[in-house]
C-alpha cells in the first residue's frame, strides 16, 4: 500500500513539475523575435559588396585553364574557391543562429544566383576531372566543397595525370 502511495505521488509530482516548467518555456520561434528584414540590410551593405567580390575570385580560379590548376598556381587556384566557399558556408551557419528560420530563409537564397550555380557547376567539373577534393579546403570550406561535390564520381586525374 505505501508503494502505490509513493508511485502516485511521484507521478502527480511528476505532472504538477512538468506542466509547471514546460509550459513556459519558450519554443524555439519564439526564441527569435519576428524578422522583417529590415534586419539584414544594416549589415547586407557590407556584405553584398564581400560576396560579389568573393564570387568573382572564384570564378576566376576556375577560369583558368586546366594545365594553371596545378603547379606554382595550384595555391591561387585553391585560395580562390577557398574564399568563397568559407564566407558561404559561414553565412549559412551564422544568419540562422542570429536570425532563426527567417535568417535561414534569406541566406539561402542570397547564395542561390546564377553565378553562385556556375561555380558549383565548375566546382562538380573540377572535382570530377580530379582537380580538386574536399580536403584540399580549410575546415568551414571544405563542408560545403564535400556538399557541393556529393554525387559526383572523380573521373579524372587531375594534377596526377
Not at 47 to 63: C, G, I, P
Not at 69 to 95: P, V
Request: charged fraction near 25%; proline fraction near 4%; charge should be neutral.
Amino acid at each position: 500500500m505505501n508503494r502505490l502511495i509513493f508511485i502516485i505521488a511521484a507521478i502527480l509530482v511528476w505532472q504538477v513539475g512538468g506542466r509547471l516548467f514546460l509550459t513556459d518555456a519558450p519554443s524555439a520561434a519564439a526564441a527569435f523575435p519576428p524578422v522583417t528584414g529590415a534586419e539584414f540590410q544594416e549589415h547586407e551593405k557590407y556584405t553584398e559588396d564581400a560576396r560579389r567580390s568573393q564570387r568573382q575570385d572564384a570564378l576566376k580560379a576556375l577560369d583558368l585553364a586546366w594545365s594553371d590548376r596545378c603547379g606554382a598556381k595550384r595555391d591561387s587556384f585553391i585560395s580562390g574557391l577557398n574564399h568563397y566557399y568559407y564566407h558561404r558556408q559561414n553565412q549559412n551557419e551564422r544568419y540562422p543562429e542570429t536570425y532563426g528560420p527567417a535568417g535561414a530563409a534569406y541566406i539561402a537564397g542570397v547564395w542561390m544566383t546564377a553565378e553562385d550555380r556556375r561555380i558549383e557547376r565548375l566546382t562538380q567539373e573540377a572535382y570530377a576531372a580530379g582537380y580538386i577534393k574536399p580536403s584540399d579546403f580549410d575546415g568551414m570550406a571544405s563542408q560545403m566543397v564535400a556538399t557541393i561535390v556529393r554525387g559526383e564520381r572523380v573521373r579524372g586525374r587531375g594534377c596526377a595525370g
